[in-house]
């Protein structure tokens, strides 16, 4: 198994590899974290599995030893030999040299349903989350190592700091939770900060009815924008002016001394919905 300390100290001094610091490389050697990050994704030999950045293979070998299909997306390309070589075993692995962020992810999943698993990046969390989740993609189940701050953020719940912008985003398509929290020994090198893995199932349709997607996500920004501020003020950010916003949120039904991480999505939908 490559998720172990001695495994991967050989692949990396075999090849001459260090973590690549702009790219946010952290190896993981914890083989028990491979194996919640495969359980928690539920695959089955028939699923299409799309990992981002499988670096040296670690979670990759768990996900192929599924007999799920994998479809491996590597940004460096220092790593493309290397993988072509750890995971050389398995004919379920389909490796792919590209930016996740601009290759055509439907188009390689051939359209149709995948799950995506990936120890992501922290510097990049956040674009590759919103970049899934616009694109309208045909995905079931999104399993993420990240920043355990970012997945505390999504799973927030209103009336918290750490409830926002993104909590509202994926709590609108997803249904988060936390399945486990990794500590930064079970990373070479060690990150600086803890880590969680998190599970969001696609829901097949929002949480709360709007009209307008767009009109409602643009509300959300705005009403986060000047986070301490109360929507009275944060809302001017829509370019409208105070009697116009004052008899939109009396529409609403809110209060606009109130601050934007206070509402639950029902709220900010109604808000979206009263807007004239």
Same mark, same amino acid.
């Given at each position: 198994?490559?998720?172990?300390?001695?495994? &991967? !100290?050989?692949?990396?001094?075999?090849?001459?590899?260090?973590?690549?610091?702009?790219?946010?490389? @952290?190896?993981?050697? +914890?083989?028990?974290?491979?194996?919640?990050?495969?359980?928690?994704?539920?695959?089955?030999?028939?699923?299409?599995?799309?990992?981002?950045?499988?670096?040296?293979?670690?979670?990759?070998?768990?996900?192929?030893?599924?007999?799920?299909?994998?479809?491996?997306?590597?940004?460096?390309? !220092?790593?493309?030999?290397?993988?072509?070589?750890?995971?050389? +075993?398995?004919?379920?692995?389909?490796?792919?040299?590209? #930016?996740?962020?601009?290759?055509?992810?439907?188009?390689?999943?051939?359209?149709?349903?995948?799950?995506?698993? =990936?120890?992501?990046?922290?510097?990049?969390?956040?674009?590759?989350?919103?970049?899934?989740?616009?694109? %309208?993609? @045909? /995905?079931?189940?999104?399993?993420?190592?990240?920043? %355990?701050?970012?997945?505390?953020?999504?799973?927030?719940?209103?009336?918290?700091?750490?409830?926002?912008?993104?909590?509202?985003?994926?709590?609108?398509? &997803?249904?988060?939770?936390?399945?486990?929290?990794?500590?930064?020994?079970?990373?070479?090198?060690?990150?600086?900060?803890?880590?969680?893995?998190?599970?969001?199932?696609?829901?097949?349709?929002?949480?709360? @009815?709007?009209? +307008?997607?767009?009109?409602?996500?643009?509300?959300?920004? =705005?009403?986060?924008?000047?986070?301490?501020?109360?929507?009275?003020?944060?809302?001017?950010?829509?370019?409208? #002016? @105070? +009697?116009?916003?004052?008899? /939109?949120?009396?529409?609403?039904?809110?209060?606009?001394? !109130?601050?934007?991480?206070?509402?639950?999505?029902?709220?900010?939908?109604?808000?979206?919905?009263?807007?004239?």
């Amino acid at each position: 198994m490559i998720a172990s300390p001695q495994v &991967t !100290r050989h692949i990396l001094a075999k090849y001459k590899l260090t973590a690549h610091k702009k790219l946010g490389q @952290n190896f993981l050697i +914890d083989h028990a974290v491979v194996e919640q990050i495969v359980s928690a994704a539920e695959l089955t030999p028939s699923d299409t599995v799309l990992e981002i950045g499988p670096g040296i293979g670690t979670l990759t070998q768990g996900l192929a030893e599924s007999n799920a299909k994998v479809i491996a997306v590597e940004l460096d390309q !220092r790593l493309i030999p290397v993988l072509q070589t750890t995971l050389a +075993d398995y004919s379920n692995i389909s490796i792919i040299h590209g #930016d996740i962020l601009k290759i055509d992810i439907a188009k390689e999943t051939q359209n149709n349903s995948f799950k995506c698993c =990936a120890n992501l990046p922290y510097y990049i969390t956040t674009p590759i989350i919103f970049n899934i989740l616009e694109k %309208k993609l @045909n /995905w079931e189940r999104l399993v993420f190592m990240v920043q %355990k701050e970012v997945a505390e953020r999504i799973v927030a719940k209103p009336g918290g700091k750490e409830y926002g912008e993104l909590s509202v985003a994926m709590q609108f398509y &997803t249904q988060p939770t936390i399945a486990c929290t990794v500590p930064p020994t079970s990373f070479i090198p060690m990150p600086q900060v803890e880590s969680a893995v998190l599970v969001c199932k696609h829901l097949s349709q929002p949480p709360v @009815n709007v009209n +307008d997607e767009a009109l409602f996500f643009k509300i959300v920004k =705005a009403a986060f924008s000047m986070r301490r501020k109360m929507l009275n003020n944060s809302l001017k950010n829509m370019g409208l #002016d @105070n +009697d116009y916003i004052k008899a /939109w949120l009396t529409r609403a039904n809110i209060d606009g001394n !109130r601050r934007a991480e206070t509402l639950s999505l029902q709220e900010f939908a109604d808000l979206s919905n009263s807007y004239k």
